[in-house]
């Protein structure tokens, strides 16, 4: 089991190959993901960073991609508790550090800021380390 954020999900969604290489790994997300990830697949075809077929493409993969949507008991409370910790004034971040704490399993993220900011709270990894 491993937790993909956001910034996970578009990289394989725009892939050809899609998720394929993450089924394996029982990849799981907070429910927003959806949400941040629909909007950045939005938010490039609107800066002209992806055509119109893409963006289609890619929001479909996203939609029946084999992610378990997970709202592990105690999520929200902790993950204001990690917001706190890290001083974040927002916690959309942190429900993916606090997934991968209560579940006890990593998260996959290509944000290096989230990954400096939160490493000492969970174990993150990049895609390549899968």
């Known amino acids: 089991m491993l937790v ?11 892939s050809v190959g899609g ?5 394996p790994h029982g990849p799981i997300a907070p429910p927003l993901m959806w949400s941040e990830a629909l909007s ?9 960073e992806a055509s119109a077929e ?6 479909d993969r996203l939609l029946v991609a084999p992610i378990e949507r997970d709202v592990a008991p105690d999520l929200y409370a902790e993950a204001r508790r990690v917001a706190m910790m890290l001083g974040w004034a927002k916690t959309y971040d ?11 399993c ?3 993220s290509v944000d290096a800021r989230l990954q400096r900011g939160a490493g000492h709270l ?4 990049a895609p390549a380390d899968l």
């Not at 893409?54 to 929001?59: C, F, H, P, R, Y």
């Not at 942190?94 to 006890?104: G, I, M, N, P, T």
Request: hydrophobic share 55%; glycine share 2%.
């Open 4 to 14: 993909i954020d956001a910034s996970v999900a578009f990289r394989y969604a725009v």
């Open 19 to 23: 998720y394929d290489s993450l089924t």
């Open 40 to 48: 950045s697949l939005h938010e490039a075809h609107w800066r002209g």
């Open 54 to 59: 893409l963006t289609v493409a890619a929001i």
């Open 94 to 104: 942190a429900e993916y550090v606090a997934l991968a704490r209560l579940r006890d």
């Open 106 to 108: 990593p998260l996959v």
């Open 122 to 125: 969970a174990r993150i990894i």
